[in-house]
């Protein structure tokens, strides 16, 4: 059974076709590897995907619903950890989790219940009520993965969850979602810039490259259609090796900005 | 209602948790209180309007709410750029009520600066005509600030970063201030300027209750403060449900 299905999707940005006419399905219960180079497409199908936009064109359902119709359903259908932090720093870990259960309409007997054991899977139980902005990158998506399982969904989505985490951390935390996938049958759909990664966790994985999916399968399977031997050598081939430059939106000029300061003071 | 309720809480949480942050925005209120009102104090005298501290200090109270309010719906940009904002819009809530308790939040915190100024202005030498109107003060203080954090929430749905925020505070904040007859008297076409400008009501309310002195009378105050709320309410809640990230 699908618990995704995209068909004919695209996103156009005035006079940019970030997404163009794309489909592909995930299955219930796989681990599904959306890889690309920079500003392939990637990030926007995810947001299509979670209902942060809306596609100019294309059909989409998640776990049976359509993102665009029936966004609260689809809502409640996913996690996801986004490629930059979305925890508030001026609150403690614990409240974090709090507010994400109330949002999400988790019980609360149930949500303090789940919040203890989720924490205590990432290790983060112990500093539950230390403030987040006293957290390190990876104690942060640590916590931000707890969070996004606190309302047990069928889809968990991960837009680059590794950037910057150091090999403890990453394999740590893909222990923990191999786990999870294996045990709660929770779907995993996840993007990334480690080829190793990808070649370890997958089941099935897209390559997307200028908005189109150039290639899919296993990774056994893209290796033996590009007569590679690893699938970073697949991946530049399907890719090709010119560096991609990605427009800094407005966001990423005030983040600039902050270090800027920050770095000042 | 839980979600209003528990972001409603976060501001509050976000407001007490920094101690530098309301004492900065003390700075301001209190420099103007004690150095135009002692400044000024023997000139307006002589001018035979009496007490200037009694005439100033409901000016200084609206100044301080509209500054936090305006600064407190602007924190939505901040929660776009540290990512929180995407935690609350994946959410299976609707968008009216992550904006209206956002809003409410912001609106208790810049009540709450509102009465921390009253007390100052007590300290400095005001003195209420009428100690049994506080309540209703305060009332009137929620429901300016209601009104200027969703005119600042609208204004972040807009904006995109923080470069902005000069251009807001240079060109409408300061604006709004200093038409609104908070530092001098209302007359002649100041006056017919400030009937545009919803603090103008605000601050006559305040002196209505404050000192018993008014100009549009306190039942078109509450009425213009009531419906242009409303107004910027539905305006704000409208961009924040446009909001694409």
């Not at chain 1, 609360?108 to 230390?130: C, H, N, P």
Request: net charge positive.
């Amino acid at each position: 059974m699908n618990i995704i299905e995209v068909k004919n999707l695209s996103k156009k940005f005035k006079g940019l076709t970030a997404v163009d006419n794309i489909s592909f399905n995930v299955e219930k219960g796989e681990i599904f590897a959306f890889l690309g180079p920079n500003g392939a497409g990637k990030s926007t199908t995810i947001k299509m995907l979670t209902t942060l936009l809306h596609p100019t064109e294309g059909e989409m359902q998640l776990n049976g619903h359509n993102p665009v119709e029936n966004p609260d359903e689809v809502r409640r259908s996913f996690g996801i950890v986004f490629q930059d932090p979305s925890l508030d720093d001026e609150l403690t870990a614990y409240e974090n989790i709090e507010l994400h259960g109330v949002l999400y309409d988790v019980p609360r007997a149930i949500g303090r219940k789940r919040a203890e054991e989720l924490l205590k899977l990432v290790e983060l139980w112990d500093r539950k009520d230390d403030f987040v902005k006293t957290f390190s990158g990876g104690m942060k998506r640590r916590l931000e993965i707890a969070r996004g399982l606190l309302h047990h969904p069928k889809i968990l989505f991960l837009d680059e969850p590794t950037l910057g985490l150091d090999p403890q951390t990453r394999n740590h935390m893909w222990n923990y979602i191999k786990e999870l996938n294996q045990k709660e049958g929770i779907t995993v759909f996840f993007t990334t810039h480690y080829m190793e990664e990808a070649d370890r966790i997958a089941g099935r994985i897209a390559i997307i490259d200028h908005g189109k999916i150039v290639a899919s399968g296993t990774t056994q399977e893209l290796k033996e259609k590009t007569g590679k031997a690893s699938l970073e050598d697949a991946f530049l081939e399907l890719t090709g090796k010119v560096i991609r430059e990605e427009e800094a939106g407005s966001i990423d000029v005030m983040r600039m900005n902050r270090r800027m300061w920050a770095g000042k003071k | 209602m839980k979600t209003i309720y528990i972001l409603w809480l976060r501001q509050l949480k976000r407001y007490s948790r920094s101690k530098s942050r309301i004492i900065g925005s003390l700075g301001q209120p209190l420099l103007f209180l004690l150095s135009l009102g002692y400044g000024f104090g023997p000139i307006f005298q002589k001018a035979g309007q009496g007490n200037y501290i009694q005439f100033l200090a409901p000016g200084i109270i609206g100044m301080s709410i509209i500054f936090t309010s305006i600064f407190s719906g602007i924190e939505i940009i901040w929660d776009r750029q540290f990512g929180f904002l995407k935690e609350t819009l994946v959410a299976p809530v609707s968008r009216f009520n992550i904006m209206l308790g956002r809003t409410l939040g912001g609106a208790t915190v810049a009540t709450f600066q509102g009465i921390i100024v009253f007390i100052i202005s007590v300290i400095a030498g005001f003195r209420p005509t009428s100690w049994a109107s506080i309540p209703a003060t305060i009332l009137v203080m929620l429901l300016v600030a209601l009104l200027f954090t969703a005119l600042g929430t609208a204004i972040a749905c807009i904006l995109e970063d923080m470069q902005g925020f000069q251009l807001i505070m240079n060109f409408l904040v300061m604006p709004l201030f200093f038409l609104s007859g908070s530092l001098f008297p209302l007359q002649g076409s100041l006056l017919t300027i400030a009937r545009f400008n919803p603090l103008s009501y605000g601050i006559d309310a305040f002196r209505f209750l404050l000192t018993n002195s008014s100009h549009f009378g306190l039942g078109l105050d509450i009425a213009v403060l009531s419906v242009v709320s409303l107004i910027f309410i539905s305006i704000g809640s409208y961009l924040f449900s446009k909001i694409q990230i």
